[in-house]
């Protein structure tokens, strides 16, 4: 039996790393210097720093800093849809399964969702989703990459998957929209930039809260006209920030100190999973990225009692990705944070097998 006097170990998500150090002096500092301002009237100085950067670092014209990963994916098809249209999505994408309907409910999009391979949408099932333009259809008029892919395990698309499936939206005249919520992980997993990743794409939103260890925020990024657009329906969805120059100076380090150590993730996570690989009543997914599946149905109980027994030797987990349980690496995780959740795992399994 694990000590009982363990320490916590977060798996549930990547959103639980708190800001670092550096992070917060950099608010202290950003006040001493007299640089936040109201950014409803684009007077923040480091707002205005941090959208540049990422408009550079991401190969657009101009790029803005919302609220959320939500609310950027919101405000990105809403600016490039009309209400009625019809918006392709994967089956189990965040944009799809995770806010709340809000295509429908507050844009008038109507979401017509498709299954990809580990998330990815094929060019032949894009061709087959789009509708006749026909008065009897909705139109259709964008689609939506998730990369990575959170519900496939961090499934990364590559830059030959975008680019094809970016050629077949052009050829059917439709917008393409990147969540790429975890963009940077996928990148680095592919040891290319996020340039490149989203150079055949109209749209994309990258968090800078999950695992960049920013407090607050996300970014799109587009045309100037589309981010003129975005810029209107985020003061419209309430979005418009006063002093965001304090989120802001926190996402500027996570852009230029945090996207390197993901690899870091990366490599606790292949650890944990060659580790779970030799526990042979154990159904493992191979990760490209930061995320862990396992199966516990194998072992005869639900991924809900799964993680009750993971909590009882303090690593915490939600409670079942559908019939999976997920394990999400992080900054607060180190190595050794690692094994021992792998430890506890194997604990579990002797337990429940025996
Ligand atoms: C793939 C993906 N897209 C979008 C989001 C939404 O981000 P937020 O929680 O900041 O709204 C998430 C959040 O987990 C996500 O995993």
Do not use: W
């Not at 480091?46 to 919302?66: F, P, Y």
């Amino acid at each position: 039996m694990l000590a009982l006097d363990m320490k916590k170990i977060d798996v549930r998500s990547d959103t639980f790393t708190l800001p670092t150090d550096e992070m917060i002096q950099s608010i202290v500092e950003a006040h001493k210097n007299n640089r936040f301002g109201d950014d409803v009237a684009g007077e923040d100085e480091v707002v205005n720093e941090l959208q540049d950067k990422a408009a550079i670092l991401l190969g657009k014209e101009k790029a803005l800093l919302v609220t959320s990963g939500t609310q950027g994916n919101l405000i990105s098809f809403f600016a490039q849809t009309r209400r009625g249209d019809e918006v392709v999505v994967e089956n189990h994408s965040h944009a799809y399964v995770y806010e709340g309907g809000a295509m429908a409910s507050m844009g008038g999009l109507y979401p017509k969702p498709v299954e990809g391979v580990r998330g990815y949408i094929t060019p032949e099932t894009l061709r087959e989703a789009v509708s006749p333009d026909n008065p009897h259809y909705a139109k259709t008029s964008l689609v939506v990459i998730e990369n990575t892919h959170s519900f496939s395990g961090g499934a990364i698309v590559t830059l030959e998957q975008t680019r094809k499936l970016s050629e077949t939206a052009r050829e059917l005249e439709l917008r393409i929209h990147v969540d790429g919520a975890r963009l940077f992980n996928s990148a680095v997993a592919q040891n290319i930039t996020v340039e490149k990743l989203v150079k055949d794409v109209d749209s994309v939103q990258i968090c800078l809260s999950k695992g960049l260890s920013a407090p607050v925020g996300s970014i799109i990024a587009g045309t100037e006209e589309f981010i003129h657009e975005a810029h209107r329906i985020r003061k419209k969805m309430g979005g418009g920030m006063r002093q965001a120059g304090i989120i802001a100076a926190p996402g500027i380090i996570a852009l230029e100190k945090m996207v390197d150590r993901l690899q870091e993730d990366h490599q606790n996570a292949t650890l944990l999973y060659e580790r779970l690989l030799q526990i042979s009543q154990l159904s493992v997914v191979k990760p490209d990225t930061n995320i862990v599946f396992v199966f516990p149905e194998n072992l005869g109980i639900s991924a809900n009692e799964f993680s009750v027994l993971l909590k009882d030797r303090g690593v915490l987990v939600y409670g079942a990705y559908g019939t999976k349980t997920r394990l999400v690496l992080n900054r607060m995780v180190s190595r050794d944070d690692t094994l021992y959740v792998a430890d506890a795992i194997e604990e579990i399994v002797k337990n429940v097998t025996s």
